[in-house]
């Protein structure tokens, strides 16, 4: 159950923050169940010898599962999850087991597309260290206030 | 094998139902919600939108071969991910059938440690009916 405040499109304006929501430790054990969803075993995610035989410290969490944590942060706050409209996100840092992920928002422009309000933001998602490991941009459409 | 002859490239579409064993399985991982319904259609279970791209990515990887169709020298690196950028018109639904389409829209030489391109494929995902679904573009980075 996700407690932040919801937003109405009347409060946004560039600069306004998406409430932030952090999320882990990252379980190595989840990444068996995404590599049978994603029906990809990569055994990078999910084999440590093999990783650290290539210079990495642990496995590496699956980039799609990185990525649905961001969404997350952005769906969850929503309305409803589907008034999402667009997402660009870029892989910067490679997320590991027992990492905890912050997720982090700023609206950079409010407007309306066929009568519709939209709110564009940058996204982003940070390890415990500080580190960014996904960045991006959302679109989305928030109600307004009657 | 220079990649660029890749461009315009069609690969072959991947249709699947996405089935409600699999998006339960994910979002449970990630700690989501499910049932995710929340007043778009009673009739029908939503998925959350987290799984589209992931989606789009299982079915990309159902019709690539990176060894075969990239010459991607798996000794040297694996795919890694670039930007990926994904529209929505609506939303999935649990038990659709959705086809997904990817095409080779771009390669980029760059040159960092070592040379690498950046594929780019447009993703187009259709439902039964024909209509769209989603559709965006995943990048690769392989290394040469």
């Not at chain 1, 496995?59 to 942060?73: E, K, S, T």
Request: glycine content about 8%; hydrophobic content about 40%.
């Amino acid at each position: 159950m996700d407690i932040r405040a919801k937003g109405f499109f009347e409060d946004m304006a560039a600069g306004a923050e998406i409430p932030a929501a952090s999320y882990g430790p990252m379980d190595r054990y989840g990444y068996i169940t995404a590599a049978i969803v994603l029906r990809d075993t990569n055994p990078l995610h999910l084999d440590r010898v093999y990783a650290r035989e290539r210079g990495l410290p642990d496995v590496v969490q699956q980039g799609p599962l990185n990525q649905a944590y961001l969404y997350r942060f952005v769906t969850d706050w929503l309305h409803h999850p589907w008034d999402l409209r667009r997402t660009a996100i870029r892989f910067v840092a490679n997320v590991f087991p027992d990492d905890v992920l912050t997720c982090k928002g700023t609206v950079t422009r409010t407007y309306r597309e066929n009568g519709e309000p939209r709110v564009d933001c940058q996204i982003w998602q940070e390890n415990q260290k500080g580190q960014k490991t996904l960045t991006g941009e959302a679109t989305f459409t928030l109600p307004e206030r009657k | 094998m220079d990649r660029k002859q890749l461009i315009g490239r069609e690969f072959p579409p991947v249709t699947s139902v996405i089935g409600e064993e699999d998006v339960r399985d994910f979002t449970r991982v990630i700690g989501d919600e499910y049932p995710t319904s929340k007043g778009c259609d009673a009739a029908r279970q939503a998925m959350p939108p987290s799984f589209a791209p992931l989606i789009a990515l299982r079915s990309i990887l159902r019709a690539v071969d990176w060894e075969k169709d990239f010459a991607l020298d798996y000794a040297t690196g694996t795919a890694m991910f670039g930007e990926q950028k994904m529209d929505y018109t609506r939303p999935l639904y649990v038990g659709e059938r959705l086809t997904i389409r990817g095409t080779v829209a771009g390669v980029v030489e760059k040159h960092g440690a070592k040379p690498f391109d950046v594929v780019t494929m447009l993703i187009d995902a259709t439902d039964s009916a024909g209509g769209r679904a989603f559709s965006g573009s995943m990048g690769f980075i392989l290394f040469k």
